[in-house]
């Protein structure tokens, strides 16, 4: 695959996540981002939670694990690289196909009474991703490094690592709940950030 059709695939990837955590919202009229979750717009009774998911979020990680499986390929041969955006692939490429299926149940349960199969494997699938996908990045980063032209890639790499771990921290241990969306958004920006600025590396084609 060509570093262009890489760079559009990734784009498109963190596109379509984008427009339906924006555009889930608008099933509501109370619904606050500060402090409510992007799951909660596609839980199991949503209005539009299904179309969400099956043409927003689902076709998103496909998306988003195809870009991974190619990416590590257009930089230098690296094994660092390599296993991060592996990393990258299972556990935000795969995880957001895997929520596209598994929905939460309504309001996403954050209490888990009598949570469902549907609600349980949602919930581990997302704490998999915050935990993994920093990690993964920062490793991309590491990679990187033993490269003087990514060097700048490299940087970008661990600024968004570390500041999705520190909002990962204040969201896994439930400080200030009333944003805890916007504490989530935060670290998905960062993803996206990531994915985007690697997009644009791939584009222009430099191998070293």
Request: proline residues 4%.
């Amino acid at each position: 695959m060509n570093h262009k059709s890489v760079f559009w695939i990734g784009i498109l990837g963190v596109t379509f996540f984008v427009v339906a955590s924006i555009l889930g919202g608008f099933q509501f009229g109370n619904y606050n981002p500060i402090s409510q979750y992007i799951s909660e717009t596609m839980a199991v009774d949503t209005p539009y939670g299904k179309a969400l998911r099956f043409f927003g979020y689902i076709p998103s990680g496909i998306l988003l694990t195809l870009f991974s499986f190619e990416a590590f390929k257009k930089f230098p041969k690296s094994s660092l690289t390599k296993i991060g955006f592996l990393g990258l692939a299972v556990f935000y490429g795969i995880a957001t196909i895997v929520v596209g299926i598994f929905p939460c149940d309504t309001g996403c349960n954050k209490e888990l009474i009598d949570p469902s199969m549907s609600q349980l494997i949602h919930n581990l699938t997302g704490l998999l991703t915050y935990l993994f996908v920093p990690i993964s990045i920062i490793t991309i980063g590491f990679g990187l490094r033993q490269t003087k032209a990514f060097d700048g890639l490299s940087k970008i790499a661990f600024l968004c690592g570390l500041i999705s771990i520190v909002f990962v921290g204040v969201l896994v241990f439930d400080a200030l709940p009333q944003y805890a969306g916007l504490f989530q958004r935060i670290i998905e920006v960062t993803f996206i950030i990531w994915v985007i600025a690697s997009a644009m590396r791939i584009k222009k084609g430099h191998q070293s």
